[in-house]
């Protein structure tokens, strides 16, 4: 059972649109990530939160912004996709004082 | 930061022989160590972890072995299945608790 939920899975646009990628668990978790997996790599953290109204960037650059309104929810847009945003985007989530993380299954982009 | 390396990166093994999966870390004070699996169109998932003041920790059959002095540790997967086939990250964990991955190891067990 998932407890970790990423809308949409798969997303093919046009360059310059608008996204957002959602994500929602059900845990009670403070701690929520984004990563970001191209093909044949390592994951890269491109944004995490620690709690409500905190954020933060992560180890790799992103254009992307992020926010933590509710406790549960961790949206991720794109103000203007262009297609090196092409990618697969995992969120993820764990308790405070603990790094063990539960994935989503992630949210595949393609911008064109 | 943490930098972390896994080797190899892709491994094709005969069902029921072992496979084993090694990383090195840099950060002499990471002291947190997952292994995820993640299968096709999924996202990883916890397999075993090990923390710094363990030297090996097994799960049926899987192990995971420490050596804190080297920087290294590695997956050991016995009596391979072929739902074993998957992509395996190592991980390392810094003082803030962030997780620092390898590059990923890509099992094939062949029937």
Redesign the interface.
């Known amino acids: 059972e998932a407890d970790?939920y990423q809308t949409p899975r798969y997303l093919v646009i046009g360059t310059g649109k608008k996204i957002t990628l959602e994500c929602s668990q059900t845990m009670g978790h403070d701690?929520m990530y984004w990563y970001q997996q191209d093909p044949?790599?390592?994951?890269h953290?491109i944004h995490?939160s620690y709690g409500v109204n905190s954020t933060e960037k992560?180890?790799l650059s992103s254009e992307s912004t992020v926010s933590r309104i509710r406790t549960e929810h961790f949206p991720l847009t794109l103000e203007s996709a262009r297609p090196s945003h092409t990618s697969q985007y995992?969120c993820?989530s764990?308790t405070s004082?603990?790094?063990?993380?539960?994935?989503?299954?992630?949210s595949r982009l393609t911008v064109l | 930061g943490e930098n972390v390396e896994q080797h190899p990166s892709t491994l094709s093994v005969q069902e029921g022989d072992s496979a084993v999966i090694k990383c090195t870390y840099s950060d002499s004070a990471s002291n947190y160590f997952p292994w995820y699996k993640q299968e096709l169109g999924k996202g990883p998932q916890l397999i075993i972890d090990i923390r710094s003041n363990v030297g090996e920790k097994k799960d049926q059959r899987i192990a995971v072995t420490l050596n804190k002095t080297a920087k290294h540790f590695s997956l050991h997967i016995t009596e391979t299945q072929p739902e074993d086939s998957a992509v395996y990250f190592c991980a390392a964990s810094d003082h803030d608790y962030k997780l620092s991955f390898g590059a990923g190891t890509t099992v094939t067990v062949r029937a």
Request: net charge negative.
């Open positions: 970790i701690k044949g790599m390592e994951l953290l995490y992560g180890d995992l993820a764990s004082g603990a790094n063990v993380l539960t994935f989503g299954a992630g």
